[in-house]
């Protein structure tokens, strides 16, 4: 443990915030490179109720936004249906084929 009036540096400390919404969203577009460029969400679950957690990038554009209903999300984008990634079991929203 450090004493009090010892520390790693005498400068003052940085802050940093990191906007992390879409990381989900992105990571499962480059893992399923069919997904790349379209606007997809990460729901918590995929019922009118469930809440989006990650849209990605291309989702934002069309006024998905983090904490948002299942439901409101597809007002957003009406072609929106969700359905389970099969590789990770997490419900997500992505325009239908």
């Avoid at 879409?22 to 399923?32: G, K, L, V």
């Avoid at 069309?62 to 009406?78: D, I, Q, T, W």
Wanted: hydrophobic letters at 35%; charged letters at 20%; a positive charge.
């Amino acid at each position: 443990m450090i004493a009090n009036d010892q520390s790693f540096s005498k400068k003052p400390s940085t802050k940093m915030h990191l906007d992390i919404n879409s990381c989900f969203a992105t990571i499962e577009q480059q893992a399923n490179p069919h997904l790349r460029g379209w606007p997809i969400a990460i729901a918590a679950y995929d019922s009118p109720g469930g809440c989006i957690v990650a849209p990605s990038t291309e989702a934002k554009t069309f006024g998905v936004r983090v904490g948002m209903k299942v439901a409101e999300g597809k007002k957003s984008l009406p072609r929106f249906r969700g359905f389970n990634s099969r590789s990770r079991q997490i419900p997500i929203c992505t325009p239908e084929a």
